[in-house]
């Protein structure tokens, strides 16, 4: 799993159940990438020859790198017309020129006719303005309302780098399940998968070949799951729901995505209304924190079904 979005979520206080991951909760302070606010210099390069400039560029640290929320860099290379790409660049004609002393095949770049660099006013666009994720692990027990009790199942408490199995049992679902990446761990914790659902083929059998859940609790697309078929004892509900649509490495649609994938949380809702789990993890990309408004929606459908739920990037 390489999705860093958790929602974490508690059985609702209305319902006084013994249970809360709350303090399981992973948050993060942000920080903002230095970003210029006034002029940046942009190399006119003939789009033949972009591709092979760019191990020059990155070299000499020439070319801004902008962070991505997953955790790649990426350049804002652009079109300026069909014969003229344009790349973003730290330094002026001058310094680039005295950089270039110490580097023939800078030099030979520089040289090539038809190469220009230009200086232009910065733009701010939502990648520039990107927030960093800084990690911060901490634990957040002032989320926590005032009178919540103890987990009795709480896998913090758990020693993980042992089988668990004997120390602690429980059940535990997992939605959009691909080959089983929080059975991993759950497994370990003691857990018991009651119901596993994933469209895919060939994850379905990847995760047949590395789990014992029976056949009976493997499922496929969550759509034609019957509420009669979702299990009602469960313990955990875990999800990595599809993320494609609130990704920022796509055109984040969120709930526009053409081909429905935003629209899945409510195939967790329902599940979320049926089995009641006394606590769920649900995880996506960081993405969807920038998707404020989507954010909020889907997390008010959790808390609805009766939950304390946050979201948070760790
Ligand atoms: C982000 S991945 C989850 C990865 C998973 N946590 C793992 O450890 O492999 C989302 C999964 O949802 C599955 N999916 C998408 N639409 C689905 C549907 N209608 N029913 C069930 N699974 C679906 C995808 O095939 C994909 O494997």
Redesign the pocket.
Known sequence: ?N?ADVIVSDRPIAKRRKVTVSNNLIACSKGRMPTCNCKEYVLHIPPRLTKSAYPALIKYNIVPRQWHLEGRFGSRTHNVDKSTNGIPILYDQRTLEEISQQSPELKQLLDTEGLIIVEKDFVQNHRTQQSVPEIDARIHPEQEPDDYVSPHISPRCLDTTTNQHDAATFTYA?????????GVALQKLGGTCIFY????EV?RETYTKNFDTPTSCIH????KVSDEEIPNNLDILVA????QPFSTLGDQPGFDCEKG?GH?YL?IVRVLKISQPKCFLF?NVPGLLRMKDTLDIIVTAFKDTGYYVTAEVC
Not at 197 to 200: R, V
Request: with cysteine.
């Open positions: 799993m999705h997992e939605m959009f399940g691909g080959i089983g990446g929080f659902s994933e469209i895919d994850c496929g697309d969550i759509y990595g729901f599809p993320c994938r899945l195939q995880e």
